[in-house]
């Protein structure tokens, strides 16, 4: 397969300028037929990026080449803001869009754009403050799915919805890796039609990549020879690709055997998916204009540490201790997993970004002074997190903000935040349990489980509520753990059939079948309380 790619790149090498003149009007007339064909509306796929605007533009050319009574097919132009992106892309692609929608309504184009974004409960800072995840890595990549994928697919299911089935065309290529020409390799197996795969995730839906066999700098010739028909400029967005290349050095492309700069990328901010954003630091080193994007790298690479288990709870996000293997110098030690980010390392991260927020409007440049890192709407899911689902009612969000932006938290959840528990309740909590962490937080759980079910006209589940409070937070670090050691050692005894570890173990003298497990000791949620007489 290897070898196959590389004498197809080889071949593609041997294109002239002349003959990817004519490959572009083959295209051309490919996406004007394929438009004709069928009522199908189209989803494009548009990041602001090179491929994404050569695919674009290769589309709009060819259907404004049509008579107007042809234009009829709706041609919906999907960008999703994660919220974390580089934010000199973010503005770029936003001011695009808008120009998009003048130019279309000028043109009579059947194109709408679309701002998609993630859902205030699934954004990065919701998930990372606010529940606590850990930064990203390959092993648990929360992100990708909350922020990219999922609001495209459900904007793309709700046209599958409207209209039956739906046509995606994406700016993917089978240069851009070895990886992503396998993947297309595969999708060309299962094609239903001429250049259209099914969608690998989504139902009705059909994709369609027209640049997949250009090459970067092929790419870039397009883009500086044939004229952005929305009125965009694809020389400024050459010369963003040439700042965020570590060098700067990305000649102007005049033919095939020019080479470009193509390899930059744009992305997430805080991606520790990845060893380092250099496009970002590139952008910094090569304009001092943009040193004030440094607090977002300081940001970035404090996240990006290797070892964070001293940051994290030794329980996993619902309360229990889940043990795992790892290899240490050699040797298997059994060790728990490490869960979310500690309440003080939460607050620790909520600071940060507010300072990182709170500096760059005051140095960012005066079109960029209205950034926004992290939004009202985040804070206040973030608080209601912490206040309702973390039960920690001394309420520190509000004060965090004040002292980091001078300015009072307004929370535009109406009521929300209402407690009668307080920070100088939680003050008197801390000091009668004399720094014992888990003590805290089973007497801050229990008294705000009592609060949450007060205002209730029936309290259903509170005693199960109740019990869930002891269960995940009723013994220390070391007993939590040697009991997870317990269950998982008394586990491995029964499976195996062992009854005599099974007899030490439990500490009782009753026999125990290879299908029987001891019984459980009765919950405290069902204890009956009596009125005495």
Request: with cysteine; proline share 5%.
């Amino acid at each position: 397969m290897a070898t196959a790619q590389h004498s197809e790149n080889q071949s593609q090498q041997a294109r002239t300028v002349a003959e990817l003149v004519d490959y572009i009007q083959s295209l051309t007339t490919e996406v004007q037929e394929l438009y004709c064909l069928d009522a199908i509306p189209w989803v494009v796929g548009y990041s602001g990026g090179k491929d994404s605007t050569a695919t674009l533009q290769l589309i709009w050319n060819a259907i404004a080449a049509l008579p107007p009574e042809k234009r009829i097919k709706p041609i919906h132009v999907i960008t999703t803001d994660t919220g974390v992106e580089n934010p000199y892309v973010s503005a770029w692609v936003r001011n695009s869009l808008e120009q998009m929608k003048v130019a279309a309504q000028e043109q009579r184009m059947p194109i709408e754009p679309h701002l998609l974004q993630p859902e205030i409960k699934q954004t990065y800072w919701v998930g990372l403050i606010g529940k606590g995840y850990p930064a990203p890595r390959h092993k648990f990549r929360w992100c990708t799915g909350r922020l990219k994928i999922e609001p495209s697919s459900r904007f793309i299911r709700d046209v599958v919805r409207a209209s039956g089935e739906t046509i995606v065309i994406l700016g993917t290529r089978k240069t851009e890796s070895t990886n992503r020409a396998l993947i297309m390799k595969k999708r060309e197996v299962g094609r239903v039609r001429d250049r259209l795969s099914p969608h690998p995730d989504l139902v009705n839906s059909l994709l369609y990549t027209p640049i997949e066999d250009w090459r970067t700098d092929e790419v870039w010739l397009y883009l500086m020879q044939w004229q952005n028909p929305w009125g965009y400029s694809n020389k400024d967005l050459f010369a963003m690709y040439r700042g965020a290349t570590a060098d700067n050095d990305c000649p102007l492309v005049v033919d095939t055997s020019t080479p470009s700069c193509g390899s930059s990328r744009f992305g997430c901010w805080v991606c520790t998916l990845v060893n380092s954003d250099k496009s970002m630091q590139a952008m910094i080193q090569n304009d001092e204009e943009k040193e004030w994007l440094q607090p977002l790298v300081d940001v970035r690479l404090e996240l990006d540490i290797e070892n964070d288990r001293d940051k994290r709870d030794f329980r996993r996000i619902w309360g229990d201790v889940q043990l795992f293997e790892r290899n240490v110098d050699g040797e298997i030690s059994v060790e728990p997993i490490p869960g979310p980010y500690t309440k003080y390392w939460r607050e620790y991260w909520l600071t940060r970004v507010l300072k990182a927020q709170t500096q760059i409007r005051r140095t960012a440049p005066e079109n960029m002074r209205d950034i926004t890192l992290i939004s009202l709407e985040e804070l206040s899911e973030i608080r209601r997190i912490w206040l309702e689902e973390k039960h920690e009612f001394d309420d520190s969000l509000p004060r965090i903000y004040m002292e980091v932006t001078g300015e009072p938290f307004i929370d535009p959840r109406p009521g929300a935040g209402y407690s009668l528990l307080g920070s100088d309740e939680w003050a008197v909590l801390e000091e009668i349990c004399e720094g014992d962490a888990m003590h805290l937080e089973l007497m801050a759980k229990l008294l705000d489980t009592e609060r949450q079910f007060r205002k209730m006209a029936r309290r259903v589940g509170i005693y199960d509520a109740l019990e869930n409070c002891f269960k995940t937070s009723s013994r220390s670090q070391d007993e939590a753990i040697k009991n997870a050691h317990l269950k998982r050692d008394l586990k491995e005894a029964v499976d195996k059939g062992d009854v005599a570890t099974v007899k030490q173990l439990t500490l009782g003298d009753v026999a125990v079948g290879e299908n029987v497990e001891p019984a459980k000791p009765p919950g405290w949620a069902n204890i009956k309380f009596k009125k005495s007489e």
